[in-house]
Each structure stands twice: as structure tokens, then as C-alpha cells.
């Protein structure tokens, strides 16, 4: 029944957008939408702060002149800018436009236009930093840049030790920190968040292009776009645009040139303004649904760190809870009462707020006084987190223990520490395993969170492989098989245990 | 043996007195039967006899500790536990230690307590198990114990400490009445031992079969 109303629903869905093209749909609804991500900040497109609500940048005005020139109205829609392109790709709005680097992987996935701007891809270190000077040099080096751009593919081609972030200043904030060692990132973005007292330019190491994506299917849009486009650079428009917000230079004088062909046809060769780009292997033969084997290999390698992370978290979470459950125990004396009323403080502050923005706090708020590295600000983060839910299990299983046994131990002459550690806690967490295991389980999955603070662990692999490849499915697929290997195991185990204690309990 | 004296001990519940200056004396080798109908407050004297719980007046002396009612909350617990240490106490409901076995419970007092080394305590247990009749019990869990096995692995644990009293609550109350008899004979002979024995209980027959003092306690409210 279910599946049935499920296959309608998809029918009715390519039903209409098989009726109706991309320019069709516009003129019938009169909007252009666009797609791009508010994080990217300045000049981009970015909430102005004199107008809340507004938006501002260049983009914002090339959004809006190209909607004038299609005869519609420009509506911005807020996406995650890593996945801009597969949301292209499944209809969330007309057009991604976002500092959208024209890279062959992504030539092959989406129809892009003539490029709007022409960047240069920026190397920022610290200033006492010795041995950066070219792309080469960078081979072994942590290097942070957003995910999925060309960037990411430059430093993988040379072997760079890459670092993902979602945002564009936490790389140059962990620069400073000393977390990474170089950031290479567009110049617009170098050199509004990058120009920090303790950092410097190295230099730029090549050019690429940004331009607006469409969807392959929908060709009179992109006529029209890239036909926008055109009128707009032969009137000067587009560099007027562009001097307005101070990102205009000689170096934009290629974009009256004749339109790279590669750019524009959907090609498979590798090459874009001289690049040669660091990764050509989607073409390579074994490529199956997304996944090629050596991806399998990295799925495994992240699927090892998740596991890694969330077992130092647990244990983390198992002690530090266990010390909370115990000073929450009722008692008579004045401080322990004290110690008590902190305790659950912690517990409801820790539950009470989500995990990503605990784990923000410690890896970026926390930097100027105490720079974590990446995956002990994930670990600390989970653990101190997870330590507030482990405390109630044990609180439970603390309340669970009969007062009858309690008395046994007092009659027997045992001190309350001594009660509490022979009898009380014994059982107490015999009770409390089914909790601590469903808990873990829990915490197994909750490690994708971790990606927010540049850890690669197996959901970013997931989403990595799945931008660059163009397929959800496959690498889906294997994400979920491998936390389902890790998971199963685990709710076993922790049954098997549940059993053997129950014959003592 | 000194024995155990309670002296004046009254304790109020809910505004309704449960007991009111009861006095007595149990001397070692002595087995006294305190009875009376259930809501007497039997079980509670006990309990204050030990300091599990506190008396409103009143003082219980065994040798020289005194635990009296009008102690400060600190001193009345340094005493509770110098008491406990010369008072054993068998539960009516027993409660061993369910995650432990039965050898276990009885060497747990001795060896966590008055820190005995454990290979002593294993030989002492051994042979209080073996006196109290369910030695072949020794490595089961109490879930897997009769009642009545149950009851002697409790009088066990409590006699591994050496006290010099034993007190047990209701200790009939899980047996059925044939068993009642040999449970009596147990405690005659560990009365003969010189131990001092105080139980509460509402069976006449275990009252005869013991064969001691008895005690009436009349309702109060």
C-alpha cells in the first residue's frame, strides 16, 4: 500500500516535470530560483546586516539580473553549499549559483553557463610557516578548503592531507589556532577571511572559473541563462557588478573571451584553464553506481574512525556519568547536596542542548583560550554530551537496586562507600546495561555530527563520495551497511552480556 | 558473654506510638522470643536494636556500645556501626546479595568488612554452611535457593561476622511448619554456643520449639 502510494508520488512528480521545460516552468510562475548557501557570506550572498531579512551581494545581483533578462523575479533558496549541486539535480530550485566552480566532475552532472567570475585559488599560511610555495609543496601537509570544490580536488591530485569545512572563516580561524597548516580557497573568500595578524598570502596557485549550474534535461534554461549571461558581459553590466563590490581586476578580462568549449559541452576530459585537474578517475573503467573499490577502501578507513570516536566517547561518557549518577545519590550532608544540585545542572544543561552546538562551542568558540584538535574536541564533545544521558541510565538503575539489599550491607557494618561500591553499583549497572548499550548504538550514529568540526568520519566519506560521483545510492548504501556491521554486533554483544550477568542479578 | 540490653526504648509512628518503654535483657546463650500481633512494632524494636533505625527515647548497650536515641546524627551513626559489627541481623525477607553466590554472601561481611584474608574467610564460610546445613548450596545464587535455604545462608552470613547477638525477624514467616521444628533446633544450638539470640515472630509453635524466654508485646494503639 505504502509502496504504492510511493511509485504514484514519484510518477506524479516526473509526470509534470516531464510536461513542462525549465523556461516553461519560470514564465509560468513568473521566479527564477536560486539556489546558494547564506554561510559563504560575504560578497556572495549574505543577510544584510542594515536590513535584516534582506539580502546583499553580488551574486544576489546577478540572480537578479539574469531573472530581468528571463522576464521573472529572483528567489533565493538556502542550501548547504556541498550539496548544491545534487539538490540542483532533484528540482529544489531552477539554478545553483553560489561560487560554483566549474570543475570537469561537475561539468559532466550539471549544464553550466559562461562564467560570471574568474577566481584564483588562494594559498594562506601562518607567517612564520618555512616550505609553502606550490601546489606540490603542499603533498602531506593538513591543507583546509571547503569540501567537494576544486580546491579539494587540486590537493587531493598532489596528496595533501586534506581538511573539510562547511564554512568559509573556521578555516582561517583554525589556521590561526595552528590546527591545519595552510587554507587554499578562492581569492574573494582569502581575502575577506583570511587576512588575520598572524597570517599571510603565499601566493595563488591557478585559476578556475565560477559560473551558474543547470540541469542537463532543461537546455532552452540554459540558453537563456548563459544568453543572459552574454548580454550582460557585453554591456558591462557584469564588471559593474562586479567593481561594486571591489572584486573587479584585470584578471576578469577573460570573461569576454570565446567560451571555453570543455566548460560548456558535457565532456570528459580533464583539463580546464590549464589545470590539469587532480582527480580524472570518474571516467576510469570499475565505476559502478558511484562506487569505484578504492572508494570501499576509504569507506572502511571512515567507518574505523566513527567506531574509534564513538568507543573513546562512550567510555568517556560511562565514567564521567557513573561520577554523576553517584554525586546525585540523595544524601544528608550540606556539600554532597551541593555537588548534587551541580551534577544535575550539568545533566539538564547537556540534555537540554543539542549536541552539534556543544561540540561548535568546544572545537570553535573554545579555540582562542583552548585549541582542541579536531578529534578530541569530537571525542570530549560526544562523551561529555552522551556522560548526561548515561547518568540518568545509571540514576535508574541506582533506584532500581531493593533497599533490602541496601540494609543487608548496612547490617552487615558496611560503611555507605563501601555499600555503594560492593552492592549498590554492582547491580545498579546490571540494570542499567540494556540502557548503556542502546545508548551506544545511539552515540555509533550520532559520530556524523562530528563532521561539523572537519573530522571525516564514515557519513562525510558518504556525502564526499556521493557530491563527486553523482550518485546517493551506492555510497548510501555502503554508509548504511557499514553502521549496520558496526551497530548489529554491538546490540548483540550487549545481549549476550545482559544474559550471562541476569544468571547473578 | 555480655548479651544485649535495651532500656526504655519507645519509638512513635505517624503520631501513634508503636512501642513505649520496652526494657529487656537477652543474655548470651539466652534465646528470647519477642511476640505479639502484627502492627506491634516487633520488626521495628529490632531494627532499633541495630540502629537501622532510630528510637524515639531509649538505649541499647552490648558490652560497652551504647547506641542511644538521643545521640547527635553523627554519633549515633559512628555507634550504629560499631554495633552492627557485634549484632547480626537475619531479614525476614533475607536479602542476600542477589549478584553474588552463596559462599560469596557469607564471606563478603568478613573479608570486606573486618578484612579478613580471603582464603580464611573461604575456610570459615565453608564451615558455617556446612553448620547451618546447605553447604551443597555454596556456589548457587540465591535466586535459585528455597526459601529455607535462603534463611540459613542468611543466619550464615550474619554468624561469619562473630557476633555476640543475633537478632531475626519473623524468621518462620517463609517456612512451611515441618521445617520449623529444625530451624528451632539451629538456633538452640548456636544459643548454646553462647551466643545471645532475640527474635520476633507471631508463631507460637517456633516460640515453644525454641524453647526460651517469651516476651509479649501488647498493641499500643
Redesign the interface.
Known amino acids: 500500500m505504502a509502496l504504492a502510494l510511493l511509485a504514484a508520488c514519484v510518477f506524479a512528480a516526473t509526470g509534470t516535470a516531464a510536461a513542462e521545460t525549465g523556461m516553461e516552468r519560470i514564465r509560468r510562475t513568473g521566479e527564477l530560483l536560486w539556489g546558494g548557501d547564506l554561510q559563504g557570506g560575504e560578497p556572495f550572498v549574505f543577510e544584510d546586516a542594515q536590513r535584516p531579512g534582506k539580502l546583499a551581494g553580488f551574486e544576489v545581483e546577478i540572480a537578479a539580473a539574469v531573472a530581468r533578462d528571463l522576464g521573472a523575479r529572483a528567489r533565493f533558496v538556502q542550501n548547504d553549499w556541498s550539496t548544491l549541486v545534487p539538490s540542483l539535480e532533484r528540482g529544489t530550485f531552477d539554478v545553483a549559483m553560489n561560487g560554483l566552480e566549474v570543475t570537469a566532475a561537475l561539468a559532466r552532472r550539471v549544464h553550466f553557463s559562461r562564467p560570471y567570475y574568474v577566481f584564483a585559488e588562494r594559498l594562506t599560511a601562518r607567517v612564520a610557516a618555512t616550505g609553502l610555495s606550490d601546489l606540490a609543496s603542499l603533498r602531506g601537509r593538513r591543507v583546509g578548503t571547503l569540501a567537494s570544490s576544486l580546491a579539494w580536488e587540486l590537493l587531493g591530485g598532489v596528496g595533501a592531507d586534506r581538511v573539510p569545512y562547511e564554512g568559509v572563516e573556521e578555516p582561517y580561524m583554525d589556521l590561526e589556532q595552528g590546527r591545519i597548516e595552510a587554507v587554499l580557497l578562492d581569492d574573494i573568500i582569502a581575502s575577506r577571511y583570511g587576512r588575520r595578524p598572524g597570517l599571510v598570502t603565499i601566493g595563488d596557485l591557478g585559476q578556475g572559473r565560477y559560473a551558474i549550474g543547470v540541469k542537463w534535461a532543461e537546455d532552452d534554461l540554459w540558453r537563456a541563462v548563459d544568453g543572459a549571461l552574454a548580454r550582460m558581459i557585453a554591456s558591462g553590466e557584469l564588471r559593474g557588478i562586479l567593481a561594486r563590490w571591489h572584486i573587479d581586476g584585470a584578471r576578469q578580462a577573460a570573461l569576454a573571451a570565446p567560451v571555453d568549449a570543455s566548460v560548456t559541452a558535457r565532456s570528459t576530459s580533464g583539463g580546464i584553464n590549464g589545470h590539469v585537474m587532480g582527480e580524472n578517475r570518474h571516467e576510469t573503467d570499475g565505476f559502478y553506481l558511484g562506487i569505484r573499490p578504492d572508494h570501499v577502501l576509504l569507506f572502511v578507513r571512515a567507518a574505523g574512525i566513527t567506531l574509534l570516536i564513538a568507543a573513546a566517547a562512550m567510555l568517556l561518557a560511562m565514567s564521567w556519568g557513573l561520577l554523576l549518577a553517584v554525586v546525585r545519590m540523595p544524601s544528608?550532608r550540606r556539600w554532597r547536596r551541593l555537588l548534587s544540585l551541580l551534577a544535575t545542572a550539568y545533566v539538564e544543561l547537556f540534555r537540554g542542548t543539542p549536541v552539534l552546538l556543544q561540540l561548535y562551542v568546544l572545537y570553535f568558540a573554545l579555540a582562542p583560550v583552548l585549541a582542541l584538535p579536531a578529534w578530541a574536541a569530537a571525542v570530549l564533545g560526544l562523551g561529555l554530551n552522551y556522560a548526561a544521558y548515561e547518568a540518568e541510565v545509571y540514576r535508574g538503575g541506582i533506584a532500581a537496586v531493593?533497599r533490602?539489599?541496601i540494609?543487608?550491607?548496612?547490617?552487615?557494618?558496611?560503611?555507605e562507600g563501601?555499600a555503594l561500591r560492593?552492592?549498590v553499583l554492582?547491580?545498579a549497572l546490571?540494570f542499567s546495561l540494556p540502557g548503556v548499550a542502546n545508548d551506544f548504538i545511539a552515540l555509533l550514529k550520532d559520530t556524523s555530527l562530528v563532521s561539523a568540526i572537519t573530522v571525516v568520519e564514515l557519513t562525510k566519506r558518504m556525502t564526499i563520495v556521493a557530491v563527486d560521483s553523482g550518485g546517493w545510492l551506492a555510497p548510501g548504501l555502503l554508509c548504511a551497511a557499514l553502521y549496520f556491521a558496526m551497530s548489529y554486533p554491538l546490540s548483540r554483544l550487549a545481549r549476550r552480556i545482559e544474559q550471562r550477568l541476569g544468571?547473578?542479578? | 558473654m555480655s548479651g544485649i540490653v535495651v532500656e526504655g526504648l519507645s519509638k512513635a509512628f505517624a503520631g501513634r506510638a508503636l512501642f513505649e518503654g520496652v526494657s529487656l535483657a537477652v543474655r548470651g546463650g539466652e534465646a528470647v522470643v519477642v511476640m505479639g500481633p502484627s502492627g506491634t512494632g516487633k520488626t521495628t524494636l529490632l531494627r532499633c536494636c541495630n540502629g537501622l533505625e532510630r528510637a524515639d527515647r531509649g538505649t541499647v548497650a552490648v558490652g560497652d556500645v551504647l547506641l542511644a536515641a538521643g545521640d547527635s546524627p553523627e554519633r549515633f551513626a559512628t555507634a550504629a556501626l560499631a554495633m552492627r559489627a557485634r549484632v547480626g541481623f537475619v531479614f525476614q525477607a533475607f536479602n542476600l546479595f542477589s549478584h553474588r553466590t552463596v559462599l560469596e554472601n557469607v564471606m563478603e561481611g568478613p573479608v570486606q568488612v573486618r578484612r579478613e584474608a580471603e582464603a580464611t574467610a573461604r575456610v570459615r564460610a565453608q564451615a558455617l554452611l556446612e553448620q547451618v546445613g546447605v553447604a551443597h548450596r555454596a556456589a548457587a545464587y540465591p535466586r535459585d535457593l528455597s526459601g529455607g535455604e535462603q534463611q540459613r545462608v542468611a543466619i550464615a552470613r550474619a554468624l561469619a561476622m562473630q557476633p555476640e547477638v543475633l537478632l531475626l525477624d519473623e524468621p518462620t514467616s517463609a517456612l512451611d511448619p515441618a521445617r520449623v521444628q529444625s530451624l528451632a533446633d539451629l538456633l538452640r544450638g548456636l544459643a548454646g554456643g553462647g551466643l545471645a539470640l532475640l527474635a520476633v515472630s507471631h508463631d507460637e509453635g517456633f516460640a515453644v520449639a525454641v524453647g526460651g524466654r517469651v516476651i509479649r508485646m501488647a498493641g499500643s494503639g
Open positions: 544528608r531493593p533490602g539489599q540494609e543487608a550491607a548496612a547490617a552487615l557494618g558496611m560503611s563501601l560492593r552492592v554492582p547491580q546490571r544468571a547473578g542479578a
